[in-house]
């Protein structure tokens, strides 16, 4: 299935593919600050449609995850990174794809804040 995403004011669009079976909330110090809950996909499963212009990267602490926003909204609707075998990740925001019923998606917990 495919997903349509997008930030507040569209700027940001993109479309993730793959089974929405379940999503992450994780207590680190930026996770715990959006409320973002991730669905983490294969980095080519994510399309991006618009400009890069339009889209800030953020990095802290390893800088090993590359959080991007919006530059005129602020809405983090995914993130880029690496898996624990050197895959290329995307970790897509749910709350920023407007067609899933956030309700019926299953939500784990995840400690990142002892990493
Ligand atoms: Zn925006």
């Known amino acids: 299935m495919?997903?349509?995403?997008?930030?507040?004011?569209?700027?940001?669009?993109?479309e993730a593919e793959g089974e929405l079976a379940g999503a992450m909330a994780c207590n680190c110090s930026i996770c715990a600050r959006m409320g973002s809950l991730l669905w983490f996909v294969p980095r080519e499963k994510l399309r991006v449609l618009t400009s890069q212009d339009d889209v800030?990267?953020?990095t802290f602490n390893k800088h090993r995850i590359k959080h991007h926003f919006c530059r005129v909204c602020g809405i983090h609707p995914y993130a880029e990174g690496l898996d624990s075998?050197?895959?290329?990740?995307?970790?897509?925001?749910?709350r920023c794809l407007p067609e899933v019923e956030l309700a019926s998606v299953a939500v784990k917990h995840f400690d990142g804040k002892s990493l």
């Open 2 to 14: 495919i997903y349509k995403g997008s930030c507040h004011c569209g700027r940001v669009s993109f």
């Open 56 to 58: 800030g990267t953020y």
């Open 85 to 94: 075998k050197a895959n290329p990740m995307a970790a897509i925001n749910i």
